[in-house]
Nanobody
Framework: QVQLEESGGGSVQAGGSLRLSCAASGYRYRSSDYCMAWFRQAPGKEREKVAGIESDGSTSYADSVKGRFTISKDNAQNTVYLQMNSLKPEDTAVYYC???????????????WGQGTQVTVSS
């Protein structure tokens, strides 16, 4: 199975920046069918997808983070990053990385999940 582990979370003032990392190991997906995505869940709210990156490098973002967040990965597709700039208190959540055959799949089709990392943005 694929194992995912997030890091880089923490607390920051509004307007600040953080970079999250997701290290992947034990790949079983074919590289041509592989998507990595970031989700987040705030207290009392549903988990939502914030960004995704396909094996070919194409990216997608939730409207709430467009222009502020950037998803990227290293050349070996071993680590995925989420650069978060101009952070707002509304961005406070637990952030999870997940893997699926395609970024357009529903959450139930993301087979592998990390344990999450907390991001707290103070006003």
């Amino acid at each position: 199975q694929v194992q995912l582990e997030e890091s880089g979370g923490g607390s920051v003032q509004a307007g600040g920046s953080l970079r999250l990392s997701c290290a992947a190991s034990g790949y079983r997906y074919r590289s041509s069918d592989y998507c990595m995505a970031w989700f987040r869940q705030a207290p009392g709210k549903e988990r939502e997808k914030v960004a995704g990156i396909e094996s070919d490098g194409s990216t997608s973002y939730a409207d709430s983070v467009k222009g502020r967040f950037t998803i990227s990965k290293d050349n070996a597709q071993n680590t995925v990053y989420l650069q978060m700039n101009s952070l707002k208190p509304e961005d406070t959540a637990v952030y999870y990385c997940a893997a699926a055959h395609g970024c357009g799949f529903p959450q139930s089709q993301y087979a592998y999940w990390g344990q999450g990392t907390q991001v707290t943005v103070s006003s």
